[in-house]
Structures are given as structure tokens and as C-alpha cells.
């Protein structure tokens, strides 16, 4: 069985940064391409960020510059660092690996407010 459980979220100033991490078991970790979503209230879940087995990374416009997606295979790990939050972070993210289907996290709150 597949489990992805987010950490990291909470609240945070405008301007501030946060750290998600994003544990996977149940899967070689090191072959799958990992992804970060986020659904603020009431709108769509929305990728944020993906990073392939190789390292090779994307993101959407809305955090370029400001997050980076990155991966520890050793502890089978994924990471969102997000600098320079902005009010309109404010969401709950999501771990995402897609295993013949998309699995998920159960999310973890991030709030940008003052």
C-alpha cells in the first residue's frame, strides 16, 4: 500500500517561508516522479510543482522563483521549500505520486496571513 503523509505546513506572515515534506512508503521511491499540489477553499486542486526521477523539475507559473520542489531518495522524502509566501498561498498541499493511478496525502494546511 502506497502512504504519502505531508508535514510542515502552518502559518506564516506574507513575505515568510515554510518548509512541506512529503514521506512516501510503499512505493521504490527513486523511480516515480513526485508531485505538489494545492486546493485553496472552494477552487480546484492545482499542480504546483513536479520533480521527475531523474531530477528534473517544473513548475507553475504562479510559484516560479519563489518554491522549490526537491527530493531525498535515501529517506524516501519530498520537499517543497516556499519563500516569499504571498496571501494567496494560503491552501492545503498535497503530496501526489501517480502509481497506475494518482495517489495522494492527506494535505497539510499552509496559511499566509498577518
Known amino acids: 500500500q502506497v502512504q504519502l503523509v505531508e508535514s510542515g505546513g502552518g502559518l506564516v506572515q506574507p513575505g515568510g517561508s515554510l518548509r512541506l515534506s512529503c514521506g512516501a512508503s510503499g512505493i521504490i521511491f527513486s523511480i516515480y516522479t513526485m508531485r505538489w499540489y494545492r486546493q485553496a477553499p472552494g477552487k480546484q486542486r492545482v499542480l504546483v510543482a513536479s520533480?521527475?526521477?531523474?531530477?528534473?523539475?517544473n513548475y507553475a507559473d504562479f510559484v516560479k522563483g519563489r518554491f522549490t520542489i526537491s527530493r531525498d531518495n535515501a529517506k524516501s522524502t519530498l520537499y517543497l521549500q516556499m519563500n516569499n509566501l504571498k496571501p494567496e498561498d494560503t491552501a492545503v498541499y498535497y503530496c501526489?505520486?501517480?502509481?497506475?493511478?494518482?495517489?495522494w496525502g492527506q494535505g497539510t494546511q499552509v496559511t499566509v496571513s498577518s
Open positions: 501526489n505520486v501517480l502509481r497506475g493511478f494518482d495517489q
Open positions: 520533480i521527475t526521477s531523474g531530477g528534473i523539475t
